[in-house]
């Protein structure tokens, strides 16, 4: 049966009289790693933040576990994690602080929450500075705690802008494990990305986005078939579709394909 | 690599009240607060408590002054100066609490991760609010609490009148700082984000020098030099002072005059006025200022990673079909075409174009200009209002001592503007005359139009006569370009680069050496000078010496030189200022180009922009541990 975890119905944003986003709809599935893909300034973060009810949607609806993200905030925001493509902290809090602070935030039970943090402080290599202030941990650091903070409560949707960007590639190959396994547990991973290699090897599914719309989705294998180059890369297919406008016409079918 | 992750969530966890989530986020405010006192340094200690010393002796001295004159004063004059102090201190209040709402709000680092947690927004912004509300806290005692007791003190008032201070005061701070969020939304808007650390800077800057005004009061409020009179000050005011009543501030003076004269309902009906007031700015505050950062009218990205706010693209039409040259790698540079088509202009116009777009983009730049412009305007209003001597004499100081000091320091900034880009002029053909050259053009462009303009503007003040201010003018390119060089030299050899702190961009020592050279090379241009105008009083007094004779004395020596030097003051008017113009120009050029050159022979070896941080990083020892 269909889990659908993360919907968008017509979303779209408009900052004054330019439209970011334009009528976006989306379905990402439990148990689902969606790769959400387009070049700079197509509305890939814009989407994510009204996703996670940061930003308040010009029209549209987005719903996480049912829940529409506008009306019912709260119950939405409790099951989902997001991770910014900027980590910003509490500088002068410690990354165990910070993860107490998180996972209060989160109404997680005192007894569980101290262990959980110590846990993921471990996992991801910040045992021993774990005391020390967030002001003097490097970008790197600072995306591992931000990632720490997101798992600690145990999210069914998790949003992850960027998230390989300043990462090392143990931690990075991290991330890919963790995610997978969330995936696998039968969470829905969102995930936007310029390395295009990662969103091949890693995502179920792919959407890409240009000026606000998007212009084609599936598994990397089936927009190969769709677009007829079965040798292509997915960062083919990326350029190809993103690239001129002599593409108008494949995007166009792609999209008559999609509605059939 | 293995790990045990626990399954989702299968359901939300159970609500909580907004009340609830107003305790926990205030817990960790307060937590970051704790944490930031702890790990202040000794420096930042000791500097505040200079500072605390220094602001209390000021309060207490203009307290004791205002306390004296209100004794004699009669009850409704008094009542007017409370009025007074009330709008000074709402003022205050609107003025440092835009400042902490545009941190708490603009520049905080959480906003977007409370928005992102299951908490309900109200209870944020309840806490924003309350931080702001923190922030104006000290401005609140000084000058609405503190105000008020007196005031109780001064009429010898029964003690249940210092319970309306409560009601007063809380009205007057809640009045203030709703009142700085409203206009901190304007501000916000205004300012894009990436931008913000800038805003707060101008915000700061400004904040200072209010503060330094403040330290004037007691000088404009004494007329011609003598003692303050705040009584004879305040008489010649009193419509102004009824005025205040149809204000807040001046609510409050009536709900405390009500209080000191036992009028019950008068202290509270003013009091209740001023509370509802308040509550309710502070109620619209709050509703637009979450309703703007909700509807996106308000960016939440800040701070210098932060984007820009995006300008309405024009629609792009279809590109022109471009064919793919054949040669992707460009053609290969011939050695001799490349040396011939290199110039030095064209370099050194691109390094002074990039300094003055750097000078023109980044607010925190205008600091150096802002703030000598305001304290100047300062100093022109005084001798307007009150001239006289004292006033005129402290006007030509300021602007010779601004004429040194200002040209050197906007130099003294060039080098270190190169920050973390320090590699770029150095690895550019570039180095020693074309970098050196851009940079004083950069650093004297500006300077030469502001010096011009304040001292034309001094000048017709004072009202000097036309050829002493063309002849100042032109003065002051010369000064300009003379001080320019030496703060070159200072910052090539001392620039520093704080990525924190942008505006540190000089080591202190080095900055102090190049005002101690600075003024000595005025005192030589000054000496120069005494050929072409030399001072009746002066060429008096040399006239009567007697003649002097060589001796190898010290003292003797010494007196021989100056006897020496000063005797083409006495010769007749052509050969006086021919060796004036020769004297000047020749210290001027010495002065001028032996700066230069030793700035330029920095440069080819090579500069080095010291980068300082405020927190030093550890480095990560821990690796991934498998399981």
């Known amino acids: 049966m269909k889990n659908t975890l993360i919907k968008t119905e017509q979303l779209t944003k408009r900052f004054g009289t330019t439209p970011v986003v334009k009528g976006l709809n989306l379905e990402v599935n439990g148990g689902e790693i969606y790769g959400f893909l387009g070049p700079n300034g197509s509305g890939k973060t814009t989407t994510i933040r009204m996703l996670t009810g940061l930003l308040e949607p010009s029209s549209g609806q987005a ?198 | 690599m293995s790990f045990e992750l626990p399954p989702p969530l299968a359901q939300e966890p159970p609500p909580r009240s907004s009340w609830e989530d107003f305790k926990l986020l205030s817990a960790n405010q307060l937590r970051v607060t704790w944490n930031k006192i702890r790990h202040w340094p000794p420096v930042a200690w000791i500097m505040l408590i200079l500072f605390g010393i220094g602001l209390l002796s000021v309060l207490i001295g203009l307290g004791f002054l205002a306390f004296g004159a209100l004794k004699t004063m009669p009850p409704q004059m008094a009542r007017g100066f409370l009025s007074m102090l009330f709008m000074v201190g709402t003022a205050g209040l609107l003025f440092f609490g835009i400042t902490a709402a545009f941190a708490a709000l603009y520049m905080s680092d959480d906003l977007e991760l409370l928005f992102m947690a299951p908490v309900s927004v109200t209870a944020v912004f309840a806490v924003k609010s309350l931080v702001v509300a923190g922030g104006n806290f000290f401005t609140a005692v000084v000058f609405i609490f503190l ?60 904040a200072g020098i209010v503060i330094a005004l403040l330290f004037q009061i007691p000088n404009l409020i004494s007329s011609g030099g003598g003692h303050p009179d705040i009584g004879s000050w305040l008489a010649g005011r009193q419509q102004l ?245 030496i703060g070159l030299y200072y910052s090539v050899n001392n620039c520093r680069y704080n990525p924190d702190s942008p505006q540190q961009r000089i080591s202190p020592g080095a900055s102090l050496l190049m005002y101690l050279i600075n003024m000595l090379f005025i005192a030589l241009m000054a000496f120069s000078l005494l050929y072409i105008f030399p001072p009746a009083e002066l060429t008096a007094i040399l006239q009567e010496l007697p003649p002097l004779s060589f001796r190898w004395k010290f003292p003797d020596f010494l007196l021989f030189i100056l006897y020496t030097l000063s005797r083409p003051l006495l010769w007749p008017p052509l050969p006086r200022i021919l060796t004036g113009l020769a004297v000047t120009i020749g210290i001027w050029a010495s002065v001028f180009f032996s700066f230069m050159a030793a700035t330029v022979r920095q440069t080819r070896k090579g500069f080095r922009v010291e980068i300082v941080a405020a927190a030093k990083k550890k480095p990560l020892r821990s690796g991934f541990r498998k399981k």
Not at chain 2, 182 to 203: D, K, Q, Y
Not at chain 2, 262 to 277: K, T, Y
């Open chain 2, 241 to 485: 002072l009824q005025v205040m009543d149809f204000f807040p501030w001046g609510w409050g003076s009536l709900a405390l005059a009500g209080g000191a004269s036992g009028n019950f309902l008068a202290a509270l009906g003013w009091s209740i006025l001023l509370l509802l007031l308040g509550a309710a700015l502070f109620a619209l505050a709050f509703f637009l200022v979450k309703r703007s950062f909700q509807r996106g009218w308000i960016s939440l990205t800040q701070g210098e990673g932060g984007r820009g706010r995006k300008k309405p693209r024009a629609k792009l039409s279809p590109a022109p079909h471009t064919t793919q040259p054949e040669r992707v790698l460009l053609p290969a540079v011939e050695e001799k075409n490349a040396a011939t088509a290199t110039s030095s202009w064209p370099g050194m116009w691109s390094v002074a174009k990039k300094d003055l777009l750097y000078l023109r983009r980044d607010t925190r730049e205008w600091f150096g200009y802002l703030t000598p412009l305001i304290i100047m305007a300062f100093f022109v209003g005084q001798f307007l209002f009150l001239s006289g001597d004292a006033t005129r004499t402290t006007m030509v100081t300021v602007i010779i001592i601004y004429s040194i000091m200002f040209s050197g320091n906007m130099a003294l900034q060039s080098f270190g503007r190169e920050g973390e880009s320090e590699w770029i002029l150095n690895s550019v053909p570039l180095a020693g005359w074309p970098v050196v050259w851009g940079k004083l053009i950069a650093a004297v462009l500006p300077s030469i139009i502001l010096m011009e303009a304040l001292l034309a503007g001094t000048a017709l003040a004072v009202g000097l006569p036309q050829n002493i201010i063309l002849g100042s003018a032109l003065g002051a390119v010369f000064i300009t370009l003379g001080a320019s060089a």
């Open chain 2, 147 to 206: 105000p008020g007791v007196f005031y109780g003190l001064l009429f010898s008032a029964s003690p249940l009148f210092y319970l309306w201070t409560i009601p007063v005061g809380l009205g007057l701070w809640t009045v203030g700082t709703a009142l700085a969020e409203l206009l901190n939304l304007l501000v916000m808007r205004i300012v894009p984000p990436h931008r913000s650390r800038e805003a707060v800077g101008v915000l700061g800057g400004v």
């Open chain 1, 63 to 260: 719903f996480i576990c049912g829940y529409d993200v506008g009306k019912e905030a709260s119950r939405a925001k409790a099951l989902m994690a997001y991770v910014p493509d900027q980590p910003k902290l509490y500088g002068k809090l410690t990354a165990r602080e910070f993860l107490s602070f998180i996972s209060n935030l989160y109404r997680m039970p005192q007894e569980t929450s101290g262990e959980r943090a110590g846990y993921l402080l471990h996992m991801f290599g910040l045992e021993e500075r774990a005391d020390d202030l967030l002001e003097t941990y490097s970008h790197g650091m600072r995306q591992k705690v931000v990632l720490a903070a997101a798992l600690i409560h145990q999210p069914r949707v998790i949003l992850l802008d960027e998230p390989t960007v300043g990462l090392d590639p143990h931690s990075a190959r991290l991330l890919k494990d963790v995610l997978q396994e969330m995936a696998r547990q039968g969470a829905a991973v969102f995930l936007s990305t310029h390395i295009l290699e990662i969103a091949e090897r890693m995502c179920h599914r792919v959407g890409i986005l240009k000026e606000g719309q998007l212009i084609a989705q599936g598994s990397p294998e089936e927009l190969r078939r769709k677009i007829g180059h079965k040798e292509e890369s997915l960062e083919d297919i990326f350029l190809e579709l993103t690239g001129s406008p002599e593409n108008t016409e494949l995007i166009r079918s792609l999209e008559e394909g999609e509605s059939q």
